[in-house]
T-cell receptor, first 113, second 112 residues
Framework: AQSVSQHNHHVILSEAASLELGCNYS??????LFWYVQYPGQHLQLLLK??????LVKGIKGFEAEFIKSKFSFNLRKPSVQWSDTAEYFC???????????FGKGTRLHILP | DGGITQSPKYLFRKEGQNVTLSCEQN?????MYWYRQDPGQGLRLIYY???????QKGDIAEGYSVSREKKESFPLTVTSAQKNPTAFYLC???????????FGQGTRLTVV
């Protein structure tokens, strides 16, 4: 079955630390890839997306992600996190231009001031 | 303002009762989705619809039903057959089936 895996369920970092959150998917065909963020008490919102082209995509708030097709991965990165990055992060995948988007289980990120 | 409106924000029901959650969008999006969010489970797809009068089951459709009579509306009914209905329900829409989704603020349903 098609699936999306986020390896880190809960991450705790200090401010200014670098961040990398893993995301892998189980599908060998064409994919559209997304990272969403849910700040406490707020809507889910899109951080960044990849459809085609340059596999390194930049999103809002200094986040970026790299699509590595050979590894079926789309890891999220940020060079220096801030306390305001405390949130839950979800990787999502649309497989083979299908008509649905599948989400991972999420990673809860806690930044220590 | 354009967006997706879910109502109500909090909903309480007695066990055995059906309940309908509202989702309206004024973004002129073709596709709409219902997800259920539980702690540690991420978002699980309940139902989705690409066009009016058409919808498909997601991964956890049992105990739920939907309708898509209008482009802007996609209500979700949680029936008494749903064994564990207490959860946070999220509605989303997208321009087409494989583009990014925009989410509503969610409805927290508690069944007692």
């Amino acid at each position: 079955a098609q699936s999306v895996s986020q390896h880190n369920h809960h991450v705790i970092l200090s401010e200014a630390a670098s961040l990398e959150l893993g995301c892998n998917y189980s599908y060998g065909g064409t994919v559209n890839l997304f990272w969403y963020v849910q700040y406490p008490g707020q809507h889910l919102q899109l951080l960044l997306k990849y459809f085609s082209g340059d596999p390194l995509v930049k999103g809002i708030k200094g986040f970026e992600a790299e699509f590595i097709k050979s590894k079926f991965s789309f890891n999220l990165r940020k060079p220096s996190v801030q306390w305001s990055d405390t949130a839950e992060y979800f990787c999502a995948v649309n497989m083979n231009r299908d008509d649905k988007i599948i989400f991972g289980k999420g990673t809860r990120l806690h930044i220590l001031p | 303002d354009g967006g997706i409106t879910q109502s109500p924000k909090y909903l309480f029901r007695k066990e055995g009762q059906n309940v309908t959650l509202s989702c309206e969008q004024n973004l002129n999006h073709d596709a709409m989705y219902w997800y259920r969010q539980d702690p540690g489970q991420g978002l699980r797809l309940i139902y989705y619809s690409q066009i009016v009068n058409d919808f498909q089951k997601g991964d956890i459709a049992e105990g739920y039903s939907v309708s898509r009579e209008k482009k802007e509306s996609f209500p979700l009914t949680v029936t008494s057959a749903q064994k564990n209905p207490t959860a946070f329900y999220l509605c989303a829409s997208s321009i087409s089936a494989n583009t990014e989704a925009f989410f509503g603020q969610g409805t927290r349903l508690t069944v007692v």
